[in-house]
């Protein structure tokens, strides 16, 4: 049973920076790219970043390029997004989301439950 668990939220100051984590479970997590999504208060979920199979191509949003890096541990099955110098627009809730998988695998849509971030002065 494929399962994604995000942690890490919380509530920082702008300028502060934080860690999100994802936990998989139930699938070959090293056969699957990963991707962060987030989601404001009354706005659409949007994609922050993916990272592939290897972590050979990473894909960042605009609007969090040099502030964010996404990582990963195929090892622990765990992938990471280090947020930096936060911003209050960056405040939502974060997910983790199954991506691409490699030829010959099977097609995996699973969402995490999410976590809050909230960046207020």
């Known amino acids: 049973q494929v399962h994604l668990m995000e942690s890490g939220g919380g509530v920082v100051q702008p300028g502060e920076s934080l860690t999100l984590s994802c936990a998989a479970s139930?699938?070959?997590?090293?056969?699957?790219?990963m991707n962060w999504y987030r989601q404001a208060p009354g706005k659409e979920r949007e994609l922050v970043g993916f990272?592939?199979?290897?972590?050979?191509?990473?894909h960042y949003a605009d609007s969090v390029k040099g502030r964010f890096t996404l990582s990963r541990d195929n090892t622990k099955n765990m992938v990471y997004l280090q947020m930096n110098r936060l911003e209050p627009n960056d405040t939502g809730v974060y997910y983790c989301?199954?991506?691409?998988?490699?030829?010959?695998?099977?097609?995996?849509?699973?969402w995490g439950p999410g976590t809050q971030v909230t960046v207020s002065s």
């Open positions: 989301k199954t991506g691409r998988a490699r030829w010959g695998a099977p097609t995996l849509d699973f």
């Open positions: 139930g699938f070959t997590f090293s056969d699957y790219a």
């Open positions: 990272i592939s199979r290897t972590d050979f191509n990473i």
